[in-house]
């Protein structure tokens, strides 16, 4: 439970870092392009409401099969996420340490 509360919260911070990232126009760390790519795909793998889910389902009581669920659909979108973050590293190499992080709170789980 606990877990699954922390790679809510995890999530979240991904998901608004991204559109900070966006909204702010970080052009000195990132490629404008590129980014708003990052931001098309969280917005298409819908981050925030996985996010919200985790949170929802988990906030008073263990639900190991919803839980494992969405886990599994968050560890889906993260795959296709990671690959567009590593095939663009020189643009997007801000977002890889929180990505790591959320791919270790994922690998915590057992396997699905």
Known sequence: MEKAKLLAENIRGFNDYVHKSYQEKNVHLSDPEKLFR??????????????????????????????YLLVHRF??????????????????????????ILESICDSFRKI
């Open 75 to 100: 560890k889906k979108a993260i795959t296709i996420i990671s690959e567009y973050i590593e095939n663009n590293y020189e643009d997007l190499f801000i977002f890889t340490p929180r990505l790591n």
């Open 38 to 67: 990052l931001k098309l795909l969280v917005e298409e793998y819908k981050l925030h409401i996985i996010a919200d889910e985790l949170w929802r389902i988990n906030r008073f009581t263990w639900d190991e099969k919803v839980t």
